[in-house]
Structure formats: structure tokens, C-alpha cells
């Protein structure tokens, strides 16, 4: 399945490339893709395991950038 997230506050396009490979990374994921320039979060995963994926995600979000929020 595929999701598409709104990020807000994210204000780097090195943070952007840093969360895109960190959620890529998580188990499930077949792809993420982390548009600095629209602010979008697009994840294409397994469906049952959103939930999980969405909350290590939002760690890896926070790490990155504290400010950027995943909204969604």
C-alpha cells in the first residue's frame, strides 16, 4: 500500500535525505521517499504494519530534525 504524509517544519533538504534513508531502513518498508520541496512523506509498505512503521517513522523524524512533525 501507499501513504502520503504531510511533514511540517522541516527545513533542510540534508534532513530530508537523512529521514528518507533512516525510514527506508525500517522492516516493511519497500520504499520511502521524503520530498523536501513539498514537504511530503510518502511510504509504499505493508498495510498491517502501519501503525508500527508510522511510530518508528515519527523517532526517526524527531532525531533527524526535533522541530519537523509527521502529519497524518
Known amino acids: 500500500m501507499k501513504k502520503i504524509f504531510r511533514l511540517s517544519n ?3 533538504a540534508n534532513c530530508a535525505a537523512k529521514m528518507e534513508a533512516g525510514i527506508s531502513r525500517i522492516e516493511g518498508v519497500s520504499k ?3 520530498s523536501f520541496m513539498t514537504q511530503r512523506l ?3 509498505c505493508e498495510e498491517e504494519k ?3 512503521i ?3 517513522a515519527r523517532q526517526i523524524i524527531r ?3 526535533p ?3 509527521l502529519i497524518g
Open 10 to 12: 522541516l527545513d533542510c
Open 32 to 34: 520511502a521517499t521524503v
Open 42 to 44: 510518502t511510504i509504499e
Open 50 to 52: 502501519l501503525e508500527a
Open 54 to 56: 508510522l511510530a518508528q
Open 63 to 65: 532525531k533527524v530534525e
Open 67 to 69: 522541530d519537523c512533525q
